[in-house]
Every structure is written in C-alpha cells, then in structure tokens.
C-alpha cells in the first residue's frame, strides 16, 4: 500500500464549480450528563433532604448544517456547549436527543475504518502522549486502520510533518522537545493522517502566541484549499472566527440563537446576545469609549433559565421572554435567528 501523503484525489469531496450540499447536520441534537448521586446524598435523600442528581444540560435542541468546503465558525461564551457540540460531530459523544448525520448517514453507524470528521483540540501539549514519539502519535491510527503498511509509517509522518512546516527528521522526538506552536501543527498533522473530510478545530490556536496564531490559521486556509477540506472552527476570537469564517453559529447557553453569512453578521447582527459579543471586539477605528460588559453573570447549564435563556441578561426582555423559547427562523436569506423581537419579519 502506497505511504503517499496527497495521492491524486485523495482528499477531493467537490469539484470545482459543482453545487454545495450538507456534509454534516445537527438535527435536533441535544446532549445532558448527568451525575447519579452517591452514598452519602442517597442516604440523606432517605433522612429527607432535599438532595437529587445533576443534570447538565450542555446542548439544547441544536439544529444547523455545514457544507461541503465550508468553514463554519462556532462563537460563545466558555460554557455554551461549543465544545460538547463538536465531540458529537466527531462521535465521541452520542448524543441524547435527535440525530448527527454525515453525508445523510448517521455519525455514529460510519464503518469503524472510516474517519472523516477529526477533530484538533484546544491544548497542544495535554492532547499529545508525552511517552510516545511523533512517528507513534501521528502514525498509530493510519496503521491501525491499514492506511499505510507498518514498514512505512515513518515515511509516511514525515512527508505529513512537512506538509505542516515542521522538519521531517523530528519524527523520533517525544511532544516536551517542541515549542506550543511546533506541537499544535503535530495534532494538525496527527489529524491529517487518516485522510479526513471533515475537521472540528476546538480553540485550536487559541493558546498560541499571536504571531504563532497567524501562521497555523494561515495553514489551516493552505490545508483547506489543497485537501478540499471542510471546517467546524470553534472559537472565541471573533477576530479569528471572521478572517476564517465563511458563516458563523452563535450558541449560548446550550442554544444557537444566531446563523448568518460572516460578514453580514458582522454588519449588522440580529440577536442582542450576537450584537453584545460585537460590541467588544476590539476596532482601530473606534473611537475612545467605556467598557460595558455584558449584563449579569451567565446562567449555570444545570439551571437554565425558563424561556429565552438569554432574557436574564439582555436588555430587549419582554414578558414573554422569560416564559416562552423563541425559536430559530429564517429572518431573511441565509440568517436564522432566535429571538421574540424578530417576530414581526416575515419567516
């Protein structure tokens, strides 16, 4: 089997020109964990305390889909549910409720020697073994699967390590003899190796000094455009998320209350938790002016609030706010909002 990083059409999904269509959907999906109460509280439950299990509720009824070729961007507060969102496009969570399908099939019946969707993950050095070398990190899942022969997988990771700026003789190192940068391009790589379609990037530079960041978000565009590939970006930065982004999803608190084309997002956004994030985005052309964050502290996701989950924080909140979710509709082509002032746009 040949060990060669870019066979012709190896990562092709969509050629050129030919029509967009759902890669990976999120049809309902919601995703609670629950914590079962231990020896000590089912015992004070009996002495009649008022003791009973928690439940998270990380993702509520979320419902979107990503394009072939696309770059998705996924904005919110740390606690919304980005990340849970995308261990469930990777499968390694199942989800409660609803359904993650890829290609219209469900994520979870792909043949175990299929790995389409990868993900990358936020920490550079907690997500790599510290007692395996590079050759064994990058090349164990391409062997397992029988991508490329045993004799060859160390050929085979370092043609990849060149292809993310690193020196293919580093193949024998362990992850303490790299810089953060140098390590966040190994998970890249390590990503890569099972010729994927699909990747979910979770902060993945959100460690990185700034000018380390601007080079791996540069990568990512060079490996998007090579390997045809297709992107879930999780991220705070909305500097990042709006030079990468072709759309973007605005989760909070377990909800998308916000889908819009990037730029038209950034022009003029419709929900007022979207238009709260804007606000503080740093800008050379704004003029001096005091810093107001966002009202309140964010609700805790084994409590959410009753209604909108916003309503505790925003300043719009109505009556019915607190009472009644506002669903996601279409407010004009291509953006979806959730919220009780769009009521009077028509769907």
Do not use: W
């Not at 990771?157 to 390590?183: E, K, N």
Request: net charge positive.
């Amino acid at each position: 089997m040949s060990a060669q990083v870019l066979p012709d059409g190896a990562f092709l999904q969509q050629g050129e020109g030919s029509r967009a269509r759902a890669l990976l959907e999120f049809d309902a999906v919601s995703k609670r964990f629950s914590k079962r109460l231990d020896v000590i509280e089912r015992f004070a439950r009996r002495l009649g305390a008022s003791v009973s299990e928690h439940t998270v509720h990380a993702v509520d009824k979320v419902t979107f889909a990503v394009d072939e070729r696309e770059v998705v961007g996924l904005v919110g507060e740390s606690g919304c549910g980005k990340s849970t969102l995308g261990r469930l496009a990777c499968a390694l969570y199942e989800p409660t409720e609803g359904a993650v399908r890829y290609r219209g099939q469900p994520i979870h019946h792909i043949n175990g020697a299929q790995r389409p969707v990868q993900m990358i993950f936020q920490d550079p050095f907690a997500s790599l073994n510290p007692r395996m070398r590079v050759a064994d990190i990058i090349g164990e899942a391409p062997r397992v699967h029988g991508l490329v022969d045993a004799k060859q997988v160390e050929d085979y990771v370092a043609q990849l390590l060149s292809r993310v700026g690193l020196d293919p003789g580093y193949v024998r190192r362990y992850p303490h003899q790299f810089s953060g940068g140098q390590r966040a391009r190994i998970g890249i790589a390590r990503a890569l190796a099972v010729k994927p379609e699909f990747l979910v990037c979770d902060e993945a530079v959100a460690a990185l000094d700034v000018s380390i960041q601007a080079q791996v978000l540069n990568l990512f565009m060079d490996l998007r455009d090579e390997f045809r590939l297709t992107y879930l970006f999780i991220s705070h930065d909305l500097g990042v998320v709006r030079h990468l982004s072709n759309r973007v999803v605005v989760m909070y608190l377990g909800r998308v209350v916000e889908i819009a084309p990037t730029e038209a997002l950034f022009a003029a956004p419709s929900h007022p938790y979207t238009s709260a994030l804007l606000t503080e985005v740093p800008r050379i052309d704004r003029k001096r002016r005091t810093f107001v964050p966002i009202k309140g502290e964010i609700p805790s996701p084994m409590n959410p609030p009753t209604g909108c989950h916003f309503h505790p924080r925003c300043p719009h909140a109505m009556p019915r706010c607190s009472s009644e979710a506002p669903r996601l509709r279409e407010i004009a082509p291509g953006r979806q909002s959730a919220c009780h002032l769009n009521d009077s746009t028509p769907s």
